[in-house]
Each structure stands twice: as structure tokens, then as C-alpha cells.
């Protein structure tokens, strides 16, 4: 598990990484959200891995909440670009 | 180190990287639509992958109960707040695509609608889904919890009751329900393989297409479901629904009629899972 949880999170840090660049070049709002949500996808994994790592189950409430805060998020996001059009 | 650690640590490995490869997508696909690919089906499928792997070390049923609501929830939100948000992008003429994107014209023989399956009526299982929920959000079945949720799923329940016409009934057939799973989970590695090979193109390479699909399925269900699993599905998203036709983004295609075949395979399924075989069967005779 040990060396498991390692890899996994090498590779996290460099989605985690590579999100991060997406949202500060943009260039639309979407592409930014796109990568945000990415980015918080990444930290729900990485929490999964830290729960492999070490069976400590403190943390599960906050991957519901960081789940369901990504989708509300989105959709915030589509309805600001939908009004932006629609002027 | 037991077979179960060793499945847990594959997938763990093997989600990460797929996470990796879908942030680089990100940066590498040349526009928004073509990025959303990368972000949904490699980033998710890498993110449930990890998740899944902790609900299996978890070991305390109420972490593998908390779990699997995540691993639901990313598999339900994610297609669909990324689906809003393509169609907003699509409407906004800011947007830039990418300039090989190809509008593609339908010229299908639009297939024979299956008989319209409008039920209405109530969702007598509503209170237990809100109860399975809230078990599963607290992740323990200790006393206090059980008639929480019962007094909350009730009461919602019974409020909601006047709002129920509106949803639809929901028959689940369990055979057809299974054959569906099986054949989303062979479509949704197919489809990360997909996006996963894209990376080794050069932007000019990349052809997308947006392709106008006329859909066969009716009830507010199927067209939800069917939306949600083709995001997954080898190179789509779904753009738009405007009237019975679907409009679905494809990463990279010179193929669109196997993209609607694909789509209608999945509709397929969609149908057999709400309807039982014999009302799919009856709309695709060549199978």
C-alpha cells in the first residue's frame, strides 16, 4: 500500500499540476471551470489515497461535500455564461 | 499484502495516472470542448478509480457506505455539470473552437419511436432512496441516525408528495438494468482509451465534430440517463437536446455514422433497462 499510495500520489501532484496551469492560461471561463473541476476532482483522489494510505476515515464527509460543491459550482458557472449570452 | 491490497493498489496506480494524463489533455487539446473530453471521461475515471480503491481499504462499512455515495455522485454530477456547461459554451459565440470542428448533417433514416412510455404517478420508493442517502452520508447504522433518517426521508417524502405527477415512474428491469451497466463499463474504458490515445496527436490532427443525433427515447429517465452515459461513451458530449435531437461533441472522428451507432447501441440499452428487452427488441429488429 505503501509504495501504491506513492505513485498515486506523484501522478495526483502532477494532474493537480497541470489543472492549475489550464486555469490561469484560460482562456474562457469555461476552460477555467473545466480545469477547476478537474482540480477538485484531483483533491477528492488524493483524499482517497490519503484513506488508502492510512484507514483513517476522519475526512469522508469533506469528499461528499468537495463532490457535490464541484457539480453546484459547474452549474453556477453555465447559468453565468448562458445570461452572458442571452444579453 | 493480500489480493484484495494488490486489486486496491492497481487501481489506485492506474487512476492516478489516468488523472495525470487527463490534466495533461487539458492543457494539450487545442479548445474547450475537446479539454471537457480529457476532463470527464481520463480526470473522473482516474478520480472514481482512487476512490474506489479507498472504499475497498476502508475497511469500516460506514467509509465503504460514504464512499461508494461519492463514487455515485461523481459518476451522476460530473457528466451532467459538464454537459450544462458545454451547452453554454456551444450558445456563447466568444467561445473559440477549434478551427477543424465540422457540423455534422444528419442523413439517417430516423428510426420507428418506440411507443411513448409517459407514466406518471408517484415514486412510492422516494423516502427510501432519501433513507438509503442519509445512511449512506453518515456512513453508520447506529440507532440514532436510522430514525433520523426515517423522520427526515418521511417527512420529505410526504411533503414532496404534491410535487410527485411529476416524476416519472421509474421500472427498472434488473436483467436488462445489469446488461446495461456491463455494457456503460465496456463503452467507459473504451472511451478513456480514446481520449488517452488523442494525447499522442498534434492539434492539427485532431478533427472534432459535432454530430445532430434524432433520439428514439422519450420519458424524462432515458433521455437523463442516456445524456449521462454517452458523455462517457468513446468521444462524446452531449452539446445540446433541441426538441428529439441530440447534439453530441466528438473529440476526433471521420466516422460519424459509428458515432450514431454507438449512441443508438446505448439507447438501446437505456430503453431495455426501463422497459424490459421485448419493447427494445421490437424497436431494433436487426439485433
Not at chain 1, 494532474?15 to 469555461?30: D, E, K, N, S
Request: glycine fraction near 8%.
Amino acid at each position: 500500500m505503501i509504495v501504491a499510495t506513492t505513485i498515486a500520489g506523484f501522478f495526483l501532484t502532477l494532474a493537480a499540476i497541470g489543472a492549475t496551469i489550464r486555469v490561469v492560461l484560460g482562456p474562457t471561463v469555461a476552460d477555467r471551470m473545466v480545469a477547476l473541476d478537474t482540480l477538485l476532482f484531483v483533491g477528492v483522489g488524493a483524499l482517497g489515497v490519503y484513506i488508502a494510505r492510512t484507514g483513517d476515515t476522519t475526512y469522508l464527509p469533506v469528499l461528499v461535500v468537495a463532490v457535490v460543491t464541484a457539480f453546484v459550482s459547474t452549474i453556477v458557472v453555465a447559468r453565468y455564461i448562458e445570461a452572458e449570452t442571452g444579453q | 499484502m493480500t489480493i484484495v491490497d494488490v486489486l486496491a493498489g492497481t487501481a489506485l496506480v492506474i487512476g492516478s495516472i489516468l488523472a495525470a494524463l487527463g490534466a495533461f489533455g487539458l492543457l494539450r487539446f487545442p479548445d474547450v470542448f475537446t479539454r471537457m473530453h480529457a476532463a470527464t471521461k481520463a480526470a473522473a475515471v482516474g478520480v472514481i478509480g482512487t476512490t474506489a480503491a479507498a472504499a475497498v481499504e476502508a475497511g469500516a462499512i460506514g467509509g465503504v457506505l460514504v464512499l461508494l455515495l461519492v463514487v455515485a455522485l461523481l459518476f451522476l454530477s460530473g457528466p451532467l455539470g459538464m454537459s450544462l456547461l458545454a451547452r453554454a459554451a456551444y450558445h456563447d459565440p466568444e467561445t473559440p473552437m477549434w478551427k477543424n470542428t465540422r457540423e455534422l448533417p444528419v442523413e439517417l433514416p430516423i428510426p420507428e419511436s418506440t411507443p411513448t412510455r409517459r407514466a406518471g404517478g408517484t415514486s412510492p420508493y422516494l423516502g427510501l432512496w432519501l433513507f438509503a442517502i442519509w445512511v449512506a452520508a453518515f456512513g453508520s447504522v447506529a440507532p440514532n441516525v436510522l430514525i433520523g433518517g426515517l423522520l427526515v426521508a418521511g417527512t420529505l417524502a410526504v411533503a414532496l408528495r404534491r410535487l410527485a405527477p411529476r416524476w416519472p415512474r421509474v421500472v427498472l428491469h434488473p436483467v436488462a438494468a445489469l446488461r446495461f451497466v456491463g455494457h456503460f463499463m465496456a463503452q467507459l474504458a473504451a472511451s478513456t482509451w480514446d481520449v488517452v490515445s488523442a494525447l499522442r496527436l498534434s492539434p492539427e490532427e485532431i478533427r472534432p465534430a459535432i454530430i445532430e443525433i434524432p433520439l428514439r427515447v422519450r420519458t424524462r429517465n432515458e433521455v437523463t440517463l442516456l445524456m449521462n452515459s454517452i458523455s462517457f461513451t468513446p468521444g462524446t458530449v452531449a452539446l445540446e437536446l433541441h426538441g428529439h435531437n441530440l447534439y453530441v461533441h466528438v473529440l476526433t472522428t471521420d466516422d460519424p455514422a459509428a458515432v450514431v451507432a454507438e449512441v443508438a447501441m446505448m439507447e438501446d440499452a437505456v430503453m431495455a433497462a426501463f422497459s424490459g428487452p421485448a419493447t427494445a427488441d421490437a424497436a431494433t429488429p436487426q439485433t
